[in-house]
């Protein structure tokens, strides 16, 4: 995005808050509506399956509806977004990490109707498998070096979007993704991916 489109962004998304705290819930529907694809792809990525990153989606934007009283209307919307969203996540991977539930990924790809259905059927086997493989690979890296990855490679956030997010520094965030690539890069090799 541009500077200017993400001005505008910005801009429609303080808008829509002021309307939401002011009562007009239609506001925070906008917000919904174009966030949930973002933070659906997030959740599935770190949660692993279909079902979890839908209800995880859902109490993200509860979570956001009942704390945007609290929201800097000066600062941006989008990184307090997805700094909420990487929270809730990861209560749900320790929860998950306490009742000794393993990620398991769907076969379903994360943006269902990504592939063409006049794609070649044998073409559409090999993407969906690789989704699944990297899917797979992605699972096995440590929390902490997936949520870099999935902010930074997945979703395109900068480098200093991630840290603010996540809470951390610039150089940590460049150093987990570095390993995480070179985690997943073995693992991909080690299964004749190249």
Same mark, same amino acid.
């Given at each position: 995005?541009?500077?200017?489109?993400?001005?505008?962004?910005?801009?429609?998304?303080?808008?829509?808050?002021?309307?939401?705290?002011?009562?007009?819930?239609?506001?925070?529907?906008?917000?919904?509506?174009?966030?949930?694809?973002?933070?659906?792809?997030?959740?599935?990525?770190?949660?692993?399956?279909?079902?979890?990153?839908?209800?995880?989606?859902?109490?993200?934007?509860?979570?956001?509806?009942?704390?945007?009283?609290?929201?800097?209307?000066?600062?941006?919307?989008?990184?307090?977004?997805?700094?909420?969203?990487?929270?809730?996540?990861?209560?749900?991977?320790?929860?998950? #990490?306490? !009742? %000794?539930?393993?990620?398991?990924?769907?076969?379903?790809?994360?943006?269902?109707?990504?592939? /063409?259905? &006049? *794609?070649?059927?044998?073409?559409?086997?090999?993407?969906?498998?690789?989704?699944?493989?990297?899917?797979?690979?992605? #699972?096995? !890296? %440590?929390?902490?070096?997936?949520?870099?990855?999935?902010?930074?490679?997945?979703?395109?956030? /900068?480098? &200093? *979007?991630?840290?603010?997010?996540?809470?951390?520094?610039?150089?940590?965030?460049?150093?987990?993704?570095?390993?995480?690539?070179?985690?997943?890069?073995?693992?991909?090799?080690?299964?004749?991916?190249?």
């Amino acid at each position: 995005m541009s500077e200017r489109e993400i001005a505008y962004r910005d801009a429609q998304d303080t808008l829509a808050v002021k309307e939401t705290i002011r009562g007009n819930r239609n506001a925070f529907t906008s917000i919904v509506e174009h966030y949930t694809p973002l933070i659906y792809s997030l959740a599935f990525r770190m949660l692993g399956r279909k079902e979890d990153a839908e209800e995880e989606t859902q109490e993200i934007f509860l979570k956001v509806f009942k704390s945007l009283k609290k929201f800097n209307q000066k600062k941006r919307f989008y990184p307090w977004l997805y700094t909420i969203a990487v929270n809730h996540i990861r209560s749900c991977l320790r929860k998950r #990490k306490h !009742l %000794k539930k393993n990620i398991s990924y769907d076969d379903e790809i994360a943006a269902p109707g990504a592939f /063409s259905n &006049s *794609e070649d059927p044998n073409k559409l086997m090999i993407r969906r498998e690789a989704e699944k493989t990297a899917g797979e690979a992605i #699972k096995r !890296l %440590k929390p902490e070096y997936r949520e870099v990855f999935v902010l930074r490679q997945i979703e395109g956030l /900068s480098v &200093s *979007e991630a840290a603010e997010i996540l809470g951390i520094p610039e150089g940590t965030v460049k150093s987990h993704l570095y390993r995480a690539r070179n985690q997943l890069k073995d693992y991909l090799t080690k299964r004749g991916w190249r």
